[in-house]
Nanobody
Framework: VQLQASGGGLVQPGGSLRLSCARS????????LGWFRQAPGKGREFVSA????????FNSDSLKGRFTISKDNAKNTVYLQMNMLKPEDTAVYYC??????????????????WGQGTRVTVSS
């Protein structure tokens, strides 16, 4: 499985972006796909995740209400809609997949396949 993250860019505070994570290759199935972000000088932070089988969503409490995860099974793509962006949302955003049905979707260590990341910069 390969993951291709896209959709990042420069946006003004209060703006929106939609990130995409497309899965390709053999065995595109997985248990969950998660989004994580890493700001300069900081550790990797959980953003959101979605079960690829049930569609159940896991969200960071601090981002709930601004970020929404969704999936399109026909396109093997998961989206992260980010609204009301703030400068502190500036980071490289990564998508990742775990095939472990017992994984904690909020723990980056549970994920075994990672995309290359897409940079989001929120600045005026």
């Amino acid at each position: 499985v390969q993951l291709q993250a896209s959709g990042g860019g420069l946006v003004q505070p209060g703006g929106s972006l939609r990130l995409s994570c497309a899965r390709s290759g053999r065995n595109v199935r997985g248990y969950a796909l998660g989004w994580f972000r890493q700001a300069p000088g900081k550790g990797r932070e959980f953003v959101s995740a979605i079960s690829l089988t049930t569609g159940y969503k896991f969200n960071s409490d601090s981002l709930k209400g601004r970020f929404t995860i969704s999936k399109d099974n026909a396109k093997n793509t998961v989206y992260l809609q980010m609204n009301m962006l703030k400068p502190e949302d500036t980071a490289v955003y990564y998508c990742a997949v775990t095939s472990n049905p017992d994984a904690n979707p909020t723990d980056f260590a549970e994920y075994d396949i990672w995309g290359q990341g897409t940079r989001v910069t929120v600045s005026s």
